[in-house]
């Protein structure tokens, strides 16, 4: 029995209706996710791998359940000894190293609040988030000499005190301290594992007065929105519990399985992912700290460690059929999924033709957990998001909150009414109207546009900001980046409404182009007639530009409002 079925009611299930209807999740007073799940584990199942990891210099560590208990109670004990406290904030700036699995379980056991962020932060971005979170510890790779921004930042940042650093490479954080010391930079610099090392392996558990309880902050996200600054997104420690829905029943992680998620821990797609649910399923997690994606080192770990269960975004999955599959011996893989865009339908069918595993496809936000899924039961519909997740309240609703009718296009939304559900997040930290602004008549508005089809199946849109309106139409773009990925020469491309005088808005699509082939006029007009025969032809684009690259933001999501932004100030 893995350790998820003492939360739920009952795991047996035998269709969607059964799992919708019936599937409970208990949330024990005062749980903790590191305390009741991380030690329960080091302590019924001391010699289980918990973490498989490995980086591009072909090292290797393997970390039982009981070294991450021991480990991470060493950090905590480093870190109440520097004076972190419960409901204090400490950003991890750690790539894909393994010290963050234990680093986050040192602070869940404080009770201090993770602030996961990602290394191409600048100096600014820091400073940005120290202020807002009041930031008093940073904890950070030595890669890309990362901690010279925080130490230009630090001048501006008050609330920052303590200052740490590590590496997954020992020989590349063993050249950054030496360059340090040459230059005089190591000042107040703390080594995590050098520190870390000095401290007891065992942790005492806080009084009742110090210790964290359900709805108390644990995880602080900074959204990496297509506009604006970032919001901060607060859960507290009831929200690791809504990944039993994630792992359980979507990634399908099975007991002493290898399961990996492609995400690097500054972002909430790796607690998602590799985290939580994995152990709550007690599936082993397998991390590759890469620099780069580079699809045949990834395919050549798949193959070499033996995965089970592999989840990635639509663009690694693009990239990964390009290659010859055939190369590969990916014989061990048992369930793949797909989550972070929207999934184009050529992509399942070439990955189907490949591997002859059916992708399930998965919707959610940094704000919740799994919101619609195809989950094991479903018969797969390509390019559909699925069906509502149990414990969620989810429905497409016009203006008027009313329920959108099969085909009709509305908001996808959370009813909160009769209770918020586990996983769901606590608001816009310090920032009430934001909140209000989302979350409001006892609906959680997620900003992003669907329909649902005759059978129950949601099928994404857009974000609200994105729907084109041309001619009376409203034009979702994905339906027409989806027309165009089945095109081989388009390996990326955004679709975008610009301005026009007769039709309100055209359709333009901005094109990169896979490898062999050259934008030209004569490629323009096979894409459109393309598009014309894939999808109702008011769709097709007008406008089509060939780039080099895409505008994206850190977190690798499509920037169409630069695009509309740029066309706007070039049609001046």
């Given at each position: 029995?893995?350790?998820?079925?003492?939360?739920?009611?009952?795991?047996?299930?035998?269709?969607?209706?059964?799992?919708?209807?019936?599937?409970?999740i208990s949330v024990p007073e005062g749980f903790n996710y590191a305390y009741d799940v991380l030690d329960v584990l080091a302590c019924e199942r001391p010699d289980e791998k918990a973490l498989l990891w490995c980086n591009e210099e072909d090292d290797e560590k393997i970390f039982t359940y009981a070294d991450m208990k021991r480990y991470s109670d060493r950090a905590a004990n480093l870190l109440k000894s520097l004076g972190i406290r419960k409901g204090d904030c400490v950003m991890l700036v750690l790539k894909r190293h393994y010290q963050f699995w234990y680093t986050i379980m040192a602070l869940h056991k404080i009770g201090a609040v993770a602030v996961p962020a990602t290394h191409l932060l600048t100096a600014k971005d820091i400073v940005y988030r120290c202020n807002r979170a009041d930031v008093k510890a940073v904890i950070c790779t030595t890669d890309h000499d990362f901690p010279l921004q925080v130490d230009i930042a630090e001048k501006d940042s008050p609330t920052l005190k303590i200052k740490m650093f590590t590496?997954?490479?020992?020989?590349?954080?063993?050249?950054?301290k030496a360059k340090m010391l040459a230059e005089g930079r190591m000042g107040t610099w703390l080594d995590l594992d050098e520190e870390a090392e000095k401290q007891s392996d065992t942790f005492e558990k806080p009084s009742k007065d110090e210790y964290a309880h359900n709805k108390d902050n644990m995880l602080l996200y900074f959204t990496s929105g297509t506009s604006g600054y970032p919001?901060?997104?607060?859960?507290?420690?009831?929200?690791?519990?809504?990944?039993?829905i994630t792992a359980g029943y979507w990634h399908n992680v099975r007991k002493g399985g290898l399961h990996m998620t492609v995400a690097e821990t500054g972002w909430a797609k790796s607690v998602w992912g590799k985290l939580y649910g994995q152990w709550l399923g007690e599936s082993t997690i397998f991390v590759y700290d890469m620099e780069k994606f580079n699809p045949p080192?990834?395919?050549?770990?798949?193959?070499?460690?033996?995965?089970?269960?592999?989840?990635?975004?639509?663009?690694?999955?693009?990239?990964?059929?390009?290659?010859d599959l055939s190369g590969y011996d990916l014989s061990s893989l048992?369930?793949?999924?797909?989550?972070?865009?929207?999934?184009?339908?050529?992509?399942?069918?070439?990955?189907?033709?490949?591997?002859?595993?059916?992708?399930?496809?998965c919707y959610g936000q940094t704000e919740a957990v799994s919101l619609v899924c195809t989950f094991p039961w479903m018969e797969i519909k390509p390019g559909s998001m699925g069906k509502p997740s149990p414990c969620y309240d989810i429905d497409i609703v016009d203006d008027e909150y009313k329920s959108c009718y099969p085909g009709e296009v509305g908001e996808i939304v959370i009813n909160t009414s009769k209770g918020t559900p586990v996983g769901m997040f606590k608001g816009y930290?310090?920032?009430?109207?934001?909140?209000?602004?989302?979350?409001?008549d006892g609906f959680y508005h997620t900003g992003d546009l669907a329909y649902r089809d005759e059978d129950g199946y949601y099928w994404y849109v857009g974000r609200k900001d994105d729907v084109i309106k041309s001619s009376g139409y409203r034009i979702g773009p994905f339906e027409v980046e989806s027309a165009l990925m089945e095109h081989p020469s388009v390996l990326e491309c955004a679709v975008t409404g610009v301005p026009d005088d007769l039709r309100g808005q055209l359709v333009k699509a901005t094109v990169v182009l896979a490898k062999g082939y050259e934008p030209s006029d004569e490629l323009k007009k096979e894409l459109q007639n393309h598009v014309k025969k894939v999808t109702a032809p008011y769709k097709y684009p007008r406008v089509i530009e060939f780039v080099t690259e895409l505008p994206k933001t850190i977190s690798g999501k499509i920037r169409r409002i630069e695009i509309r932004e740029n066309d706007k100030k070039n049609a001046k």
């Open positions: 029995m893995a350790i998820f079925e003492r939360f739920v009611n009952r795991s047996d299930f035998t269709s969607y209706e059964d799992f919708k209807e019936n599937l409970r590496n997954g490479s020992v020989k590349q954080k063993e050249a950054f919001k901060m997104v607060v859960h507290s420690f009831e929200y690791p519990l809504g990944h039993i080192d990834l395919l050549s770990k798949i193959s070499k460690y033996r995965l089970t269960t592999f989840c990635a975004p639509p663009t690694i999955y693009r990239f990964m059929i390009k290659e048992k369930e793949l999924t797909v989550a972070g865009e929207a999934l184009n339908p050529e992509v399942y069918n070439q990955i189907y033709k490949a591997m002859g595993i059916k992708m399930r496809e930290y310090k920032d009430p109207e934001l909140t209000e602004e989302a979350w409001h």
